[in-house]
């Protein structure tokens, strides 16, 4: 038995599924064509031959587009859903008149052609090509061929699955790149439109009781409400149970449902949220677990959604609910968290006298020029945070120590340089300042390595926490302290240029200048 070939290319599951078949068949060469169900076409999948038989050219692969008509016999296959042997073309056209799409009878002497069947009719047809021994194919095998094409519409399915994984993952990928809402919601209509193919998608969460439109393919829907209970959307949300109408006709019969826009056949399904814990907090009512819904309507082909497709969606749909609400909690905590570092801060600035109003302008320092360096979004939050919480570990320095009128002694110093790592410790709980607190450890290193606490260099030392030792450093050049006074902006300029390449990265202090410049009148009412 030789080995069939498949055009010089590795061959994936469906060729040597048709591999196989081919020698179960005791046939020369062997094709799997798929429906296009936009265009009505049936396109090569896959074709494999044995040693000695001419395979088909990648040209005829690539370009091969059958009709679903009689024009051909594959697509009367298709349209008949019937199997078809064919041992004498010429009697089959009496048959079929319009046949007019043969192959050359000379080249294909005998043929099987089988509908692949699939639980919404046939998407693909199997046909086999010249019996290896010159000899007809029988019935018995056509009978085989069946069996056969029953094999490949599981492969098949399986083959959807498995995309289907494939899309699902990558949706998650996209989902948990992001905390934005917005681009979720952008995510998930986008995804879903691909995932089943069809014009309209769009998402709909509960807000102050109505079903608000969040994101929509159709722009102009979105912002748009539904009373909770009211129309399909507002009936998924209070049942919690998926709804397919193949025909617009068919809601207006069944429930009289008037969905957004003018549908054809659509799909609205519930995003819900299972709580396994026996002491969740008010889900004893299903609609509490039913965060909104997913609206899909009018299919690419024109042709209804299928049950296959309300599957898919509604897998989607739980998907989507999971990622919304795990942002939702993330945002929620975040705030709650941000709550608690501005109360911080605020004691901060009450037990460090020197440190009054210097949090806010070091913030506002910082963010300008990491604007003018051009951090990400993303860098200037993490920078944001960590401006406001520097100096957090002051909490547990004694107030003897912060507001001493005269010079530190060296105990006294090697205290105070404590106050970076219990800052550190008391934001290392919080996952989501991970970055900050990296900027909050280093904002004392110096660009030559003598600073502390880990002797960082160059660019060792994270950029936002370079950032941040030039705002804080200055502001505290020019603000009255209680052991001293601010120097004069000019002043402290010329300590900055000084110090530029030993404490501060050389490459930052020329934009810096043009900063202060740019904010000395704000900086000399500050100094008022």
């Known amino acids: 038995m030789g080995e ?118 046939p998407k693909a047809v199997l046909s086999f090509s010249n019996r290896s021994d010159n000899k007809h194919f029988s019935e018995h095998d056509l009978n085989l061929a069946v069996m056969l094409a029953k094999y490949f519409g599981a492969a098949l399915k399986l083959e959807r699955k498995n995309l289907e994984l494939r899309t699902f993952n990558n949706v998650i990928q996209k989902i948990n790149a992001t905390n934005d809402l917005h681009n979720i919601f952008k995510t998930i209509v986008s995804s879903g439109k691909d995932m089943v193919e069809c014009k309209n998608v769009s998402i709909m969460l509960i807000e102050n009781n109505n079903l608000i439109v969040k994101d929509s393919s159709r722009k102009s829907i979105i912002g748009q409400s539904r009373k909770l209970g009211a129309g399909a959307s507002g009936w998924v949300w209070k049942t919690g149970e998926p709804l397919l109408i193949k025909r617009a006709e068919d809601s207006r019969k069944e429930r009289s449902f008037k969905p957004l826009g003018k549908p054809g056949s659509f799909i609205v399904v519930p995003m819900s949220i299972s709580y396994e814990s026996p002491f969740a907090v008010n889900v004893s009512l299903k609609s509490n677990a039913t965060i909104g819904v997913l609206n899909f309507s009018n299919k690419n082909n024109m042709k209804p959604f299928t049950d296959e497709d309300l599957d898919v969606i509604s897998n989607f749909a739980n998907l989507a609910a999971v990622a919304i609400e795990k942002v939702k909690f993330f945002l929620e905590t975040k705030r709650a968290y941000l709550s608690t570092v501005e109360a911080l801060a605020a004691a901060i600035d009450a037990k460090d006298k020197s440190s009054y109003t210097h949090l806010k302008r070091v913030v506002r320092l910082s963010l300008e020029l990491a604007d003018k360096v051009g951090l990400s979004e993303k860098e200037k939050e993490d920078l944001h945070f960590a401006a406001l919480l520097h100096d957090v570990g002051k909490i547990g320095i004694e107030e003897s120590i912060l507001n001493k009128p005269g010079k530190l002694t060296a105990e006294e110093y090697a205290r105070m340089k404590k106050h970076v790592e219990e800052g550190v410790q008391i934001l290392s709980n919080a996952q989501f300042l991970e970055a900050a607190t990296l900027i909050v450890r280093h904002h004392h290193e110096q660009f030559s390595g003598a600073g502390y606490p880990d002797g960082l260099k160059g660019n060792e030392i994270p950029i936002g926490a370079r950032i941040l030792s030039l705002a804080d450093s200055y502001d505290a050049m020019i603000t009255n302290r209680i052991y001293r006074a601010g120097k004069s902006i000019e002043s402290a300029k010329e300590e900055l240029k000084r110090c530029a390449g030993k404490q501060f990265d050389p490459s930052l202090v020329p934009i810096f200048l043009k900063i202060i410049d740019a904010n000395i009148p704000a900086e000399k009412k500050s100094q008022i």
């Open 4 to 121: 069939t070939v498949t055009n010089g290319h590795k061959r994936d599951d469906l060729q040597e599924a048709l591999a196989t078949a081919l020698n179960d068949i005791n046939a020369e060469s062997g094709t799997l064509m798929l429906l296009d169900e936009k265009k009505g076409e049936l396109f090569i999948k896959t074709s494999v031959s044995k040693p000695g038989s001419q395979p088909l050219s990648e040209t005829i692969i690539s370009q091969t587009r059958v009709k679903l008509d009689n024009t051909s016999p594959s697509g009367l296959v298709v349209k008949l859903n019937k199997p078809l042997l064919i041992n004498d073309i010429e009697g089959l056209k009496k048959v079929f008149p319009s046949l007019t799409t043969i192959a050359n009878p000379k080249r294909y002497k005998s043929s099987l052609l089988v509908p692949v069947d699939t639980p919404n009719g």
